[in-house]
């Protein structure tokens, strides 16, 4: 069974930064892409940063070089620096393989003004 549990959210104020992990534990294959996705209030859910099996990094446009996902062994890691109020948002490690799509709990993340 496959479990992915995200820690590392909370209250930063503006300017500030934090580290999102993503422990995933269970046996996964044929990856496809592992992202970081996000859903602020009011908002549809939209992908942050994703990274191919093949090593390849994307990002959204809104990142402007603020943030970096990387992985070690079975962590996922999205680095959020220099976070603004439209930052505010559920933040979900999401790996998808060819055949299943997996996510993790969420983990909230408040930035003040």
């Known amino acids: 069974q496959v479990r992915m549990v995200e820690s590392g959210g909370g209250l930063v104020q503006s300017g500030g930064s934090l580290r999102l992990s993503c422990a995933v534990s269970?046996?996964?294959?044929?990856?496809?892409?592992t992202s970081w996705d996000r859903q602020r209030p009011g908002k549809q859910c939209e992908s942050v940063a994703h990274g191919s099996a093949g090593g390849t990094t994307t990002y959204a446009d809104f990142v402007m070089g603020r943030f970096t996902i990387s992985r070690d062994g079975g962590t996922v890691y999205l680095q959020m620096n220099s976070l603004s109020p439209e930052d505010t948002a559920d933040y979900y490690c999401?790996?998808?393989?060819?055949?299943?799509?997996?996510w993790g709990q969420g983990i909230q993340v408040t930035v003040s003004s």
């Open positions: 999401r790996i998808l393989t060819t055949t299943h799509d997996y």
């Open positions: 269970g046996s996964i294959s044929s990856v496809l892409v």
